[in-house]
């Protein structure tokens, strides 16, 4: 193949420019139209496509454990996110949320919605109905079963949203394949850090593990006994999946017991 012509290379920027989201050179950061959610983290900002997360995409965390500080790794996203207005939608996860923790780091209550959801398939369903809504800020899924093809029904529907959309998954499955554009596999590490490192992304292989500083509430240092005396685990309803499908489902509190953010 001939070598490009001077006009040809300088050409090839604005070419790239006119080219969809998903096409991008292999040395360097896909860019996207749509603007990126800061992190809050500097480190982990600089390795995101685009310098944050990207909305109108699957983003697949791959733990350990779950309740390993996910929630404390997104607080600064979802303040940011509550304090403008937007909803941040929490659908079955494995430990009930801290209400007074998640006020400590920032989030704003009055626009978090917990959805209870057992069964896998009600999962997904639930996931595509939330990812209708156009005003939801981020949707944050645990779903330790998912099939290939349920996660690019999840992918399709995002792409027609603008939030953000965290799927949560067990760190075994990082070997199997997934449409996902954003693929991160999450260790605790010490010193109240979490070892973040980019399996997948729009842009360059990842190198070396990101090191996140997590911010601890003290009101999870305080001990449980004296925690438990104070306020609800959650202070509003949470809700169960409810489709014509489903046998009926009523809104129901959980019981106050230790959690995990």
């Known amino acids: 193949m001939a070598a490009l012509s001077t006009a040809q290379a300088h050409s090839q920027p604005s070419i790239l420019a006119t080219l969809p989201d998903n096409v991008w050179r292999g040395n360097q950061m896909g860019a996207s139209q749509t603007r990126p959610v800061a992190s809050g983290f500097r480190l982990l900002d600089k390795e995101l496509p685009n310098g944050g997360w990207p909305p109108s995409v699957l983003i697949e965390l791959l733990l350990s454990n779950p309740g390993i500080g996910e929630l404390r790794l997104l607080a600064p996203t979802l303040s940011q996110l509550t304090k403008a207005g937007k909803s941040v939608i929490l659908l079955a ?63 399709l529907a995002a792409a027609n949203g603008d939030g953000l959309t965290f799927v949560f998954r067990p760190l075994e499955d990082s070997t199997q394949s997934s449409p996902a554009p954003l693929r991160m596999v999450c260790r605790p590490a010490a010193s109240g850090r979490m070892s973040v490192e980019i ?33 609800p685990v959650f202070p509003v309803p949470s809700y169960a999946v409810d489709r014509a499908a489903l046998a009926a489902t009523a809104a129901r509190h959980r019981a106050a017991m230790p959690v995990r953010i």
């Open 93 to 155: 996860p494995p430990h009930i949320p801290f209400a007074a923790a998640l006020t400590e780091l920032g989030i704003d209550l009055k626009h978090v919605l917990l959805i209870e959801a057992d069964k896998p398939t009600d999962r997904i369903w639930a996931v595509e109905q939330a990812l209708k809504s156009a005003s939801f800020g981020a949707l944050l899924c645990w779903l330790p079963k998912a099939r290939t093809d349920h996660l690019r029904r999840l992918q």
């Open 199 to 231: 399996i997948k992304r729009r842009g360059p292989v990842h190198t070396e593990p990101v090191l996140v500083p997590l911010s601890i509430p003290d009101i999870l240092v305080t001990p449980f006994a004296t925690r438990a005396m104070s306020k």
